[in-house]
């Protein structure tokens, strides 16, 4: 059994290529930021208060998050894989993601998927806390304006419009609390290789991410 972490902030390309590697190699995908994400959504539905860490925690508890065969996350048995992308989600996710309660069910529910077989996991603290003893880590990293465009034009193709400087601005944002957070903060494995994102294509960054995992495996036979 084989695990393989991807780490990094928004942006960065995390999910594409998580997504791209893991089919390479024929392993399972997680993406563990859509669990937080999915959280966040039902908080938000539900009207529970950002800061109330125990409602939050039951409502995790309660939420029967799974992945369906496409990869579509749901919860409380409902495809939710597009609410969760939206604006009010991703401006709320932050702070739901760092109490502590919240990620300590996320975090025992991810260990059990990752149990499960050969798997590509993707999130802040997959290296670092979730997984600490995966065979492979990589975290990426881009610059934070490349990293805003790319999501600038997500959300477009999404039929979403923001502008540039709105969407450095969020980004940047999230970064702040995301790295500076108490609880598990976003933060590179010391022995995760970095790839830096921002002059490459999408193709050969998935070439190198295959790389390393090849040569880490073949290190460690
Ligand atoms: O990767 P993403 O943008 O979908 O992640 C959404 C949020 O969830 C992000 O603000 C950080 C948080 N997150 C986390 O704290 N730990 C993870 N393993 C994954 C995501």
Do not use: W
């Amino acid at each position: 059994m084989t695990i393989v972490a991807i780490d990094g902030p928004a942006g960065s390309g995390k999910s594409t290529l998580a997504r791209l590697l893991s089919r390479r190699l024929g392993y399972l995908y997680l993406d563990t930021g859509a669990m937080y994400r999915a959280i966040a959504y039902l908080a938000l539905q539900d009207g529970v208060a950002l800061d109330d860490e125990a409602s939050l925690a039951t409502l995790t508890r309660n939420a029967h998050l799974a992945f369906d065969e496409s990869g579509h996350m749901l919860a409380r048995d409902r495809d939710v894989s597009e609410e969760i992308r939206r604006p009010a989600v991703s401006a709320a996710v932050s702070e739901v993601s760092a109490h502590a309660h919240v990620r300590d069910i996320l975090v025992a529910e991810q260990r059990r998927i990752a149990a499960a077989g050969d798997v590509v996991m993707e999130g802040r603290d997959i290296g670092t806390v979730v997984c600490p003893a995966a065979e492979v880590k990589i975290f990426l990293t881009a610059a934070p304006k490349v990293r805003a465009e790319r999501r600038r034009k997500e959300l477009v193709t999404a039929g979403e419009h923001v502008g540039s400087n709105e969407m450095l601005a969020a980004i940047e944002a999230r970064d702040a609390f995301d790295s500076g957070r108490a609880v598990s903060p976003l933060r590179r494995a010391d022995d995760a290789v970095e790839l830096d994102t921002s002059p490459l294509t999408i193709a050969q960054v998935l070439d190198s991410m295959e790389r390393i995992v090849r040569e880490r495996l073949h290190q460690r036979r």
